[in-house]
């Protein structure tokens, strides 16, 4: 296996903010709706309205977020980005004053 593929700069989190409207019952649904499907393609709350995705590579990263792509609520603001393994580790978490650990990475098998 080559080591180089899975350094902390070809590994990627892929993170997606949202804030979507929720006053009526047709919003509540859509905006239940797409947290569902992000959670159906593999992302964890990070925060309220903050999900994150591990993913082995940046191509697989590509793959995540043209499905989140194509999951958009037809209401609301939603912000996609990278970040690479290496610039997730440089985040410090806190709650309160005290500080916390990072998530850990999921083992994911990767069948060719």
Known sequence: MNQNRYNAYRIMWVIVLFDLPTETKTERKAANLFRKKLIDDGFTMFQFSIYMRHCPS???????????????????????FELTDKQFGN??????????????????????
Do not use: D, T
Request: proline share 4%; aromatic share 6%; with cysteine.
């Open 91 to 112: 985040m410090e978490l806190f709650h309160g004053r005290k500080e916390i650990e990072k998530p850990k990475a999921s083992q994911q098998l990767e069948l060719f």
């Open 58 to 80: 940046r191509e697989n990263s590509k793959v995540h977020i043209k499905r989140v792509k194509s999951l958009l609520p037809k209401y609301g603001k939603v912000c996609i």
